[in-house]
């Protein structure tokens, strides 16, 4: 079992930044993958990023490329999502997710096993 928990959520203004976190304990993350989604009110829980935790690959949305990164922190077991230069449509709760199967799916929310329980981000105009 893995227990997740996020932080760093608010509010901010377009083009602002904010890290989030996700602090993981029980299971070790090692062979694992950490993802953080999101999804906004009546949509779908879309894929945002992921790092595979041994080796350090990460992959991202096109619609945050660039703009976004994702990585493991110094502390054990902890994954940061940096966000910069955010824009209304960013909006959303922010969830992650570990999987130690996922294998190719690391895009896809089937391929996660554990989550959060979510972090608002909210971007305002």
């Known amino acids: 079992q893995v227990q997740l928990v996020e932080s760093g959520g608010g509010l901010v203004q377009v083009g602002g930044s904010l890290r989030l976190s996700c602090a993981a304990s029980?299971?070790?993350?090692?062979?694992?993958?950490m993802g953080w989604f999101r999804q906004a009110p009546g949509k779908e829980r879309d894929f945002v990023a992921a790092?595979?935790?041994?080796?350090?690959?990460?992959y991202y949305a096109d619609s945050v490329k660039g703009r976004f990164t994702i990585s493991r922190g110094n502390a054990k077991n902890t994954v940061y999502l940096q966000m910069n230069s955010l824009k209304p449509e960013d909006t959303a709760v922010y969830y992650c997710?570990?999987?130690?199967?996922?294998?190719?799916?690391?895009?896809?929310?089937?391929?996660?096993?554990?989550w959060g329980q979510g972090t608002q981000v909210t971007v305002s105009s």
């Open positions: 790092i595979r935790w041994s080796g350090g690959s990460t």
């Open positions: 029980g299971r070790t993350l090692t062979n694992s993958f």
């Open positions: 997710a570990a999987g130690y199967s996922v294998g190719s799916r690391w895009s896809s929310r089937y391929g996660y096993d554990y």
